[in-house]
């Protein structure tokens, strides 16, 4: 038993969440994540004429390109896909050499971020919104629905937004200076000189940071199904972009969040085809034995960058009080805190690598050598 | 010493009704048990065995009526009480239960059982068992919730929980209840205090998973058993499907099965029911069977006994195609050369089905097994037979779209799933008949559905 070959308490665990958006990462046992960077691969290219690499502003994360960040999504991947878990399990003992190895479900981790083995996971990203059915720490492979409306869904409406005012998304890096102009009124800036060639893929990533930012500071969804009247009066909020346009925003902050829980309303969505939150929820509760209903029900768990738009939960707890029986007791476990509701997966691991119980889980190198890459399968749920 | 007390407590209940055939010996084994548990966990365990008995009973009545039966043993167990305590207990507690006013749970055989007297009310009183609708299952509490109402009233706590989660777990060995409330119990004792810790929390929840996952498969396989008639024909046309085996093979499965939950479900022991699972194993995994199986079947009969049965029960059924058909009725599944006649119609009746769950494909199979008996015990089995030939065709078809609307429910989005049915069900009561085909998918069409439930479901559906 691994247990006896490591003593306990000196046994410290490294907790890595892999993300489409961003990489978690840290030390069991602590509260949240040393390490937050995104999930993106920057490469260097060769340049003709032999410059050197131009600097981004400033802002963490994003450092030269001679910095490798590593894109996996290993973790995230359906469960037919056991050559890609597999092969992880192969790279960490063979190449990495390290002596214990585990694997666990973002969304089973994510309710244990709760102290709970049993609840429906809405995980809400950049790419995806899922609901993961969890029982017994268990992920009730029957029971997933996933949908495509997710947070770059709504990067795609913000985008068609200002194309439609008429605003040119301009990063960062490429703003000399700027003037101070008037709300709506078309910006003034001016472009750095000697800007050396970029890539489409680098440009398109700093536009998007800004896309994202906007969607953060400025988007709400309304407590209530979209109503053009009622957003009318809404309040407005300021924004200014980074070449200086600035805007009150009104009704479309609440319009385009609204797509993601009634998709029916929302541009560029052919048909009724696509799922609302509401009904990724209720669709994948159905898809399980209906004993195990209320224990679903009873601990929504809401976990996902995506879900801390203002009002998001609020409005959820509504669909999904419509949605399910008069008797059915709804309980939407949301962390308050940006960092628990973004980390919960990471949280949930740090949790698990620091109980007692946790040596009797883990895959140690032996058992790989003994037992082949196939131990991932029978130990990893 | 648990083990000792779930033999004994129920002869507390029972045998000791059977007073005169050895009262002394009932009253020793008792007294024993208590001495043993001791009075708190005595009390628990007749709070699961009444509480199971009795799911509709309120709270109070079964308290009442546990606080009796260890009021009872604890007076008449003492040393000094007289010899015939006990008896004359007994039948104290037999008489307020046909008293108007009754602090006991109710039933409504209580008052036939009330005009029989003396041993006779006794052992018609013990028999008793309510068949109430299933309950919905308990909600999981926050940890802050369950640490509050833990913190007001331990003892409280401890003996509602019992109740709440023994009645709706009452077809199963009462020890696996009580094992599983205890767990629950010492969870909140250590997590509560001083603070509530989610690690504290997540560590015990994950200590008994296994157990959980076994309660929870015990308790729907028990159910089927003692709720749906044809059990065992469903059963065997499950293992047809699910193992691809011809009638005799998944006849023989299917009774040994069936045979072994008959036997140990409804026993307070819990080594009756691991036994006869565990014996199960080596035959549903044996020699004759593991050649022709899927990869996926080897892996599940690799594992522990019970956690096998488990791994089979998850095992996804396909759409098969047997190569014999159930043929067109006639006088010859009623004679006396075939006693297996029946047997094998309903066989190849329900064995290409798929996408049903086992209470539901019982029903049907259960309604067509009366329709047929019932011809062959009449007088002239060829005419009703042919009489009753409309009504088995459509009591076949009605199995495939079953079939098809569970394999659609789960292919489909629920409003998709909606519509599409909205669609297909039209004319008269179209709205009626579409909800019942609605709420018989939803509650239905997943593999452990609850069997009083969609039993009556099914019925509700062909009346329409």
Redesign the interface.
């Given at each position: 038993m691994s247990g006896g070959v490591y003593g306990g308490d000196e046994v410290g665990a490294l907790v890595f969440d892999m993300g489409s958006y961003s990489v978690r990462a840290g030390y069991a046992g602590e509260d949240c994540p040393k390490a937050d960077f995104p999930t993106v691969i920057g490469v260097t290219l060769d340049r003709e004429d032999g410059s050197t690499l131009m600097e981004t502003d400033g802002e963490k994360g994003k450092q030269s390109a001679t910095t490798y960040y590593i894109d996996t999504n290993q973790l995230r991947v359906p469960r037919e896909s056991m050559e890609v878990i597999e092969k992880l399990t192969e790279l960490m003992f063979e190449h990495y050499n390290i002596p214990a190895f585990f694997l666990c479900k973002s969304a089973v981790l994510s309710a244990?971020?709760?102290?709970?083995?049993?609840g429906l996971v809405l995980d809400s990203g950049s790419t995806h919104t899922t609901a993961i059915p969890v029982h017994?720490?268990?992920v009730l492979q029957?029971g997933i629905?996933k949908s495509p409306l997710a947070g770059d869904f709504m990067s795609m409406q913000c985008r068609e937004l200002f194309q439609e005012l008429g605003v040119e998304i301009v990063p960062p890096y490429v703003i000399a200076s700027k003037d101070s102009v008037r709300e709506g009124a078309p910006a003034i800036w001016k472009k750095k000189e000697k800007l050396p060639q970029v890539t489409r893929s680098w440009h398109n990533y700093m536009c998007n940071t800004v896309i994202q930012d906007f969607q953060a500071s400025v988007l709400q969804v309304s407590d209530s199904p979209y109503d053009e009247q009622v957003a009318a009066q809404m309040p407005t909020v300021h924004y200014e972009l980074p070449n200086g346009y600035n805007c009150d925003f009104g009704a479309e902050r609440l319009k385009i969040p609204d797509g993601l829980l009634d998709p029916s309303n929302a541009k560029g969505l052919s048909g009724?085809t696509m799922?609302g939150v509401g009904?990724v929820v209720?669709?994948s509760v159905?898809?399980?034995?209906?004993?195990?209903?209320?224990?679903l029900?009873?601990?929504v768990v809401v976990t996902g960058g995506n879900t801390l738009i203002q009002g998001f939960t609020d409005r959820l707890n509504r669909e999904l009080s419509q949605k399910t029986p008069p008797?059915m007791?709804l309980?939407l476990?949301a962390n308050n805190t940006t960092v628990e509701r973004r980390f919960s997966a990471w949280i949930g691991g740090s949790?698990?690598a620091?109980?007692?119980?946790f040596q009797q889980m883990w895959i140690s190198k032996q058992e790989y050598e003994e037992g082949g890459k196939q131990c991932v399968d029978r130990k990893c749920p | 010493m648990r083990n000792t007390a779930v033999i004994l407590i129920p002869a507390l209940i029972i045998t000791t009704l059977l007073a005169d055939k050895g009262k002394n010996y009932a009253k020793e084994n008792v007294c024993q048990g208590l001495k043993d548990i001791g009075i708190e966990k005595f009390k628990e365990m007749v709070t699961v065995l009444y509480s199971q008995k009795f799911p509709n009973g309120t709270f109070q009545e079964v308290s009442c009526v546990a606080d009796e039966m260890t009021k009872l043993a604890e007076k008449c167990c003492k040393d000094d009480a007289s010899p015939d305590c006990y008896d004359k207990g007994a039948t104290e507690i037999s008489e307020k239960s046909c008293g108007k006013d009754s602090p006991f749970p109710k039933h409504p055989g209580i008052e036939q059982c009330c005009t029989l007297q003396g041993q006779e009310r006794k052992l018609c009183l013990a028999s008793l068992r309510y068949t109430a609708d299933e309950l919905?299952?308990?909600?999981?509490?926050?940890?802050e919730e369950i640490c509050t109402e833990y913190t007001k009233d331990e003892k409280d706590y401890s003996v509602r929980y019992v109740y709440e989660f023994a009645r709706r777990h009452r077809n199963i060995p009462a020890g696996f209840v009580l094992n599983a409330t205890q767990n629950h119990v010492r969870m909140a004792e250590r997590c509560c205090r001083p603070d509530i810790?989610?690690?504290?929390?997540?560590?015990e929840?994950?200590?008994m998973?296994s157990s959980?996952?076994f309660l929870?498969f015990l308790s729907?396989v028990c159910n089927n058993q003692v709720n749906l008639k044809s059990f065992k024909f469903g059963l065997s046309a499950y293992y047809g499907n699910l193992l691809g085996l011809s009638f005799e093979e998944a006849s023989a499965m299917s009774g040994h099965f069936h045979s072994g939950l008959e036997k140990c479900c409804l026993k307070p022991q819990p080594e009756c029911i691991i036994e006869e699972l565990t014996s199960f194993q080596k035959v549903i995994c044996g020699e004759s069977n593991l050649n022709a199986m899927s990869e996926d079947f080897h892996k599940c009969c690799k594992k522990p006994a019970l956690d096998t049965l488990l791994c089979l029960d998850d095992l996804k059924r396909q759409p098969r195609q047997s190569p014999d058909v159930a043929n067109p009725v006639s006088s010859k599944l009623c004679e006396e050369a075939q006693p297996h006649g029946i047997d094998r119609y309903l066989f190849l009746t329900g064995v290409n089905h798929a996408s049903i769950s086992l209470p539901v494909l019982t029903t049907v199979l259960d309604r067509i097994k009366n329709t047929v008996t019932a011809c062959c015990s009449s007088a002239d089995i060829t005419t009703c037979l042919t009489e009753k030939e409309s009504k088995l065709k459509m009591t076949q078809a009605l199995l495939s779209k079953l079939d098809d609307t569970c394999s659609r429910?789960?292919r489909l989005?629920?409003?998709a799933f909606k519509t599409r049915m909205q669609k297909e069900v039209q004319g008269e009561g179209g709205e009626k008949r579409t909800q019942a085909w609605l709420d018989l998918a939803?509650?239905?069409c997943?593999?452990?559905?609850?069997a009083q439930?969609c039993q009556k479901l099914v019925s509700t559906l062909t009346y329409h």
């Open positions: 244990f971020a709760n102290g709970r083995s049993t017994d720490g268990y029957q629905v009724n799922l009904h209720t669709t159905g898809m399980c034995d209906i004993d195990i209903r209320p224990g029900y009873g601990s008797s007791r309980k476990i949790i698990l620091s109980l007692g119980t | 919905p299952s308990l909600t999981e509490p926050t940890n810790k989610n690690s504290c929390f997540l560590q929840r994950l200590q998973r959980n996952i929870k729907n429910y789960f989005d629920l409003p939803i509650s239905c997943s593999q452990r559905s609850p439930l």
